[in-house]
């Protein structure tokens, strides 16, 4: 999760939290719902989002010592669409009440990535997150892209099997790695080293600028005679 720009021993105590498939839904399902809107393996949603909680906080806080978690990545299906109860009485949707009632309460930075059963406009998606469905940021010296493979769709279009697979958008993403081209590469020669404390202490020697403009000075060789 990082570049040689790292010290060695950050290497491995860089850590994030990885959470996908919360589905947040409702107590209280109503007819012809999907029977995870209620009680599933005997547990309430109301019980499973208090475990979400309490489980990441208690991971973050194993280590609060050396500060070593430093997000948390949701990564798609944070509620459902599913026909019929996507919309909230009061105008919410799932998405948003799972953010301010989950996400809000974790204890680092989170970042979420839409699912198949996030379907939402990117508009609304942006106006919960204030970042667009497909985006990118960096944690530490490490880069994230965030790619959105699903399509978002309007209520008649969905089903219970979620939206529909849309493929990898390449022109957006060859656009945003551009914005990190140390990152990948320093990733890249991190992913061959040995991971070890050799490899480690190996890739504190990397260094990689964008461009032909950096602060080493070229070798200047000598003549001697012989």
Do not use: C
Request: zero cysteines; hydrophobic letters at 35%; glycine letters at 10%.
């Amino acid at each position: 999760l990082v570049g040689g720009s790292e010290s060695a021993a950050s290497v491995y105590t860089n850590r994030l939290v990885l959470l996908a498939d919360a589905h947040y839904m409702t107590d209280t399902p109503g007819e012809g719902d999907a029977p995870s809107a209620g009680k599933t393996l005997g547990y309430t949603q109301a019980d499973k989002i208090d475990f979400i909680r309490k489980d990441v906080n208690g991971f973050i806080d194993k280590f609060s010592d050396d500060g070593s978690v430093k997000g948390v990545l949701v990564l798609g299906d944070l509620g459902t669409d599913d026909p019929g109860f996507r919309e909230l009485s009061d105008g919410e949707n799932y998405v948003r009440k799972f953010k301010n009632e989950v996400m809000d309460a974790f204890k680092v930075k989170s970042y979420a990535l839409p699912g198949n059963h996030d379907s939402y406009s990117n508009d609304i998606w942006n106006g919960i997150f204030d970042y667009n469905r497909q985006h990118s940021f960096k944690i530490g010296d490490a880069a994230f892209v965030m790619l959105d493979t699903y399509a978002p769709a309007n209520d008649e279009e969905i089903t219970k099997s979620g939206s529909s697979y849309k493929g990898v958008d390449i022109e957006w993403l060859e656009k945003e790695l551009e914005k990190y081209p140390t990152e990948m590469f320093e990733r890249a020669v991190w992913g061959m080293l040995p991971h070890n404390s050799l490899g480690a202490k190996a890739a504190t020697r990397l260094k990689v600028y964008a461009g032909a403009s950096h602060k080493h000075e070229a070798q200047k060789p000598v003549a001697v005679e012989v």
